[in-house]
């Protein structure tokens, strides 16, 4: 069965930094674009960033909101894709999650076209 576990979240200072893993099995990693989205409380699931499959170029794609602040990278060989999260802000507390997509446009934004969710990582930021 397709199992994603995310890691590394917690309480970080505004302006800190923090770096969440994901960890994939069950699936053959390299087939999949990887992505992670967020979710604050009473607010919907928001694309975060994106790393297409290695078929398509392994690229990364972000949100306006965490362009040039965040950035996702993967290892096909370990099954693994990070976030690392610079200049936080308040902004940045929620719960996120990772899932693949297989056969969406690398870096599609629609959380439709991911599955197999995590259970995710919560990440706070006191100021």
């Known amino acids: 069965q397709v199992q994603l576990a995310e890691s590394g979240g917690g309480l970080v200072q505004a302006g800190g930094s923090l770096r969440l893993s994901c960890t994939a099995s069950?699936?053959?990693?390299?087939?999949?674009?990887m992505g992670w989205f967020r979710q604050a409380p009473g607010e919907d699931r928001e694309f975060v960033a994106v790393s297409s499959r290695p078929g398509t170029g392994g690229n990364a794609y972000y949100s306006e909101s965490v362009k040039g602040r965040f950035t996702i990278s993967r290892d096909n060989v370990k099954k693994m894709v990070y976030l690392q999260m610079n200049s936080m802000t308040r902004e940045e507390k929620a719960v996120y999650s990772c899932?693949?997509?297989?056969?969406?446009?690398?870096?599609?934004?629609?959380?439709?076209?991911?599955?197999?969710w995590g259970k995710g990582a919560q990440v706070n930021v006191s100021p």
């Open positions: 069950g699936l053959t990693f390299r087939n999949y674009h």
């Open positions: 899932a693949p997509a297989k056969g969406a446009r690398a870096g599609t934004p629609q959380s439709e076209k991911y599955h197999d």
